[in-house]
């Protein structure tokens, strides 16, 4: 079965940019900084992961440790 | 072949779903689900390789090599869904999944936000069954391939939320425990 509700853009970006740890995203280098702030903006794992540099489950990582949840 | 017995995962559905706990219900709920090439290339940890390689080698896993045909129309749609503002940007991989959904059946499996709206919103994509993690967990419940306690009917979804911090929408994770307590009642 499938539940249908899907999250509006604005709202799954506002619920990523209250739960991130902008310190933490502060102290990253900057490929790394704008590929978190990428990520809080559009939530796409995949295309964040190719702006860092970094594999996508490396990435991954990287967004639980800045708090960004995953909204969907 | 029917609907149900295959799904076909994005990378990001995968590895995130791969730090899930209780990730093996995946595979008691389709005969095989596919996955792009490039997932292996997009693993790090030792955990997620051995848990690949491993349902890989049990046939639980199997590699999806899209044929040029389908790339095509999944370059197609990526064109068509970037003309249409009110769905979020979909990249390669999701269109990839999406395609074979349409052409095969196989139910789509993505935490991706355009990925989930297609289907709503453009009637070629209309006939394919697209789940997120929050689906997986739901059908598997449903369907009595996981074990749960009935006392606590959300305990699974906070688990998943927990083990890769993800938040469900309010409304359809309310809806998800709404039918888990259905199914306890045995409604």
Redesign the interface.
Known sequence: ???????S?E??RE?RRR?ADWDFISRQPPKIREALKYYIE??????A?RIAGL????F??L??KA?????? | MSRRVFAIADTCFLIDWARFRRKDMLFKLFKAVFVPEDVLNEVRSEETIAWISSALSRDYLALYTPSRDEVNEARQLIEESRLKPHIPSVDLPEAICLVAGRRRGYVVLTENRGALLIPKFMSRYSGVVVWRSLEVILNAILEGVVEIDCSKPGELFSEYSRDTLHIFPTKALNRAVEEVKRKCLGK
């Open positions: 079965m499938s539940l249908g509700h899907v999250l853009e709202e799954a619920l739960f559009k939530g796409d794992l995949y295309v992961a594999k996508v489950e490396e991954n990582e967004r639980i708090g960004i949840p995953n909204v969907a």
